[in-house]
């Protein structure tokens, strides 16, 4: 007798054969409904409908649309059906789910959601079930072996509408260009959304950045950085027009007082002592992008940049690790 784990395996191969089978089924109706999405009314909804293991995958597929920031919710047949239908509006678009097509829950809400102006949409098995026939568009993804034990519990047709609707959600994403930066938006909260904010949301600005001359003697722009609130360990050096043409860190400081221990270089003019053409980045970097950078170029700070290459700002490593962290 196999082990749980091979029999596991099993299952899981099994299930994968059918997403892998379906795939090949997607005709061109699915081309139909994303555009339905995509080009749909601005004040229009997407409401997600089934139910029992239908209604979870409703439920899920309603958080994922919402996440890349189609306004999406899902609706318990049982509740709509019984005074909830104020929740329809005319131009609203409700996908119905239900792998037999033949759940009279869900069937006997299509009429009523077509009166009220919504376009109906099925994600079943079969385009001639009943639900497949009374809605307005239907993704049909053909019959499906359950995995398991008699192939009698929902696991593969359960895996399938769910991959189904997850790649509808994906293509709309896709279409509409939908950015990291905005997916950040609707993810505020966990290391993922923080990861995702613009860099402008955490760098350091105004009197928290030191920004000096390049004309200035050594010894006054150490003082100048050692001085700057928050203690960021650099300045960032501009000409005369305000573009960056350095920066001076700690880093730079510990090797000349190693190779100068006289302190001759503290005389010197900033300009001969700074590293010349430093890491900067725009002000629109995500938070992500710009821990990629810090980590391949194993430096602590980057010069946030406007597109005139001013400074607006400094990144700190230490900042980005309170923000993944959570304490910012």
Not at 83 to 107: A, F, K, Y
Not at 108 to 131: E, K, M, N, Y
Request: hydrophobic content about 40%; aromatic content about 6%.
């Amino acid at each position: 007798m196999s082990s749980h784990r091979d029999y596991g395996k099993s299952v899981i191969c099994e299930i994968a054969a059918s997403l892998e089978e379906v795939s090949s089924r997607i005709s061109e109706s699915f081309d139909q409904i994303v555009n339905i999405i995509i080009h749909r009314p601005i004040h229009s909804r997407i409401l997600f409908c089934g139910v029992g293991k239908a209604g979870f995958v409703a439920m899920k597929l309603a958080a994922t649309f919402s996440s890349v920031g189609i306004s999406s919710f899902f609706v318990h047949p049982s509740e709509v059906f019984h005074g909830d239908l104020g929740c329809v509006q005319n131009g609203d678009i409700v996908i119905t789910l239900s792998n037999s097509g033949e759940t009279e829950e869900v069937v006997q809400l299509v009429q009523p959601f077509r009166d009220l102006g919504a376009l109906t949409i099925a994600i079943t098995a079969s385009a001639s079930s009943t639900l497949g026939r009374l809605t307005d568009h239907v993704i049909s993804y053909g019959s499906v072996k359950e995995a398991g034990h008699n192939n009698l519990a929902p696991t593969s047709s359960v895996t399938v509408m769910l991959a189904v609707g997850d790649a509808v959600a994906m293509s709309a994403a896709r279409a509409l260009n939908f950015s990291s930066s905005e997916f950040g938006r609707y993810h505020p909260g966990g290391s993922l959304g923080r990861a995702l904010l613009p860099i402008s949301k955490v760098m350091r600005t105004g009197e928290y950045v030191c920004i000096v001359s390049s004309e200035l003697l050594t010894r006054e722009v150490i003082k100048r950085y050692a001085e700057t609130p928050g203690r960021p360990g650099a300045a960032i050096v501009v000409d005369d027009s305000g573009t960056v043409v350095g920066i001076f860190t700690d880093g730079n400081l510990r090797r000349l007082v190693y190779d100068d221990q006289e302190g001759s270089f503290l005389k010197a003019p900033i300009s001969s002592l700074l590293t010349k053409n430093p890491k900067t980045v725009n002000v629109r970097l995500l938070i992500r992008d710009a821990l990629d950078l810090l980590s391949t170029y194993q430096i602590d700070q980057l010069i946030v940049v406007d597109d005139l290459n001013r400074p607006s700002g400094l990144l700190d490593i230490q900042d980005v690790a309170r923000v993944y962290r959570g304490t910012e």
